[in-house]
């Protein structure tokens, strides 16, 4: 229980010390022959949101749902493929669960093992589905399905629901593998490489299609959140700073002892925000969010302009007049034109050619925010382009989506174009493009 508490934490699940001890506690109200009523117990005092749960679920099962002693081969020799695969299609077309339980761990058994590991017991998940062909399985029972001629839509339900059986098969797989890795090198090893990071810790350059999908879908609440913020932030300023001279001067009625405080008249602040962001290939989907967060949070600034680049600038604020953020970004592949030769990202031509168009723009009351990895890919920086911006504008800021160990490395001139700016900061994440914008906007 101790090393599955630690392994939570070291995987970002919050979990105190005290909700541990609860968990050990309501433990003694169960059996722990129940395997369904252990975990429900541990979810339960030690799970705090659904964004934990999927941790949770990996874990539990490298911590208890391996039992100790040596690793049992349960490979049938007599397995054939031909067999094999005509029992899998039954069951998955019948959707019983134990059963694809156990063909999950037949099929791990019979082919999965990697000939020639160092422990001789090493599975891959990828042969296994590889072997398999997971993908034609599906396209046969789809097809086989279609023989009955039920209609479009009867047809096309029943493909959704095989993929979907046969991806939880997979999901079957993968746990099997996972689980005879942990008899063989302990559940801690695979902990390390098996829990993904929570959503909001994923690196934007590193995500997969599926993790993508769900930061695009965290966007919306998390604009709202900082919205709240900023502008309870903004009404808390609105008494101004204190007014030394008028204090001491309503002091005299009271001996000198300042009981009413003055404060200066504010000045509404509300700044124009440029966003330049680079589009290339690189660092296109860090850019996305960053488009679509700024503009979720459009009307806490007077106004609001949207650049894209490679390797010449377009305005694409036109982009950006309706309310589907998302389409909008995908659009601006398509009609922002941004490429003149081979469309590598070339910031110095960018940088010059935003001064000289937008340039007149610029007004002390405008935060510039630029989005990029600041790779040159070898071209001439132009740096004195960005010296003229900073001078124009109130703040420039810049978001680099590369951790800061990697700047300046190879075509890299962040250090060059960071000592001309206000500030420029990694933003790998979402929680770091979060943390930024509550305290810079």
Known sequence: MLEFEHALRDAGVPVSVGEGLDALSALGHVSF???TNFKTTLGATMVKGKTYRETFDTLFDLYFGVAPGPVVNDDDPSETLD????ELSGAIASGDRQMLDGLARRAVAAFGRVDGSPSGEWYSLYQVVR????????ARLAGSDEEQGD????????????????????HRLL????????????AEAVARYAVRPPLEDVPFLSATHEEMAELRRAVGPLARKLAARLSMRRRRGRHGALDVRRTMRRSLST?????????RRPTPHRPELFVLCDISGSVARFARFGLMLTHALSAQFQRVRSFAFVERVDEITRLFTNEDFAAAVARMQHEANVVH??????????????????????????????????RTNYRRSKEWALDEIAR???????????????WDSGDSNAAIYACRIDKMVEVRTLRQLEAFIAMNL
Not at 83 to 86: M, P, Y
Not at 131 to 138: G, I, Y
Not at 255 to 263: E, Q, R, T
Not at 392 to 406: G, K
């Open 33 to 35: 022959m129940n395997r």
């Open 83 to 86: 067999d094999f695969l005509l």
């Open 131 to 138: 072997t398999l062909d997971l993908p034609l399985m599906t």
């Open 151 to 170: 209609g479009a839509l009867t047809e096309m339900l029943r493909r959704e629901e095989f993929e979907r059986r046969v991806d939880a098969f997979k």
């Open 175 to 186: 746990r099997e593998t996972r689980r005879r890795a942990a008899q063989v090198r302990g």
């Open 255 to 263: 001996g000198g002892v300042p009981f009413d405080p003055a404060y």
């Open 341 to 374: 030769t081979d469309g590598h990202s070339d910031y110095g031509a960018a940088l010059e050619q935003f001064l000289e168009r937008f340039g007149n723009d610029l007004s002390p009351k405008a935060t510039v925010l630029i989005l990029g990895d600041a």
């Open 392 to 406: 124009r504008a109130r703040r420039v800021l810049w978001l680099n989506p590369e951790a800061v160990a990697d």
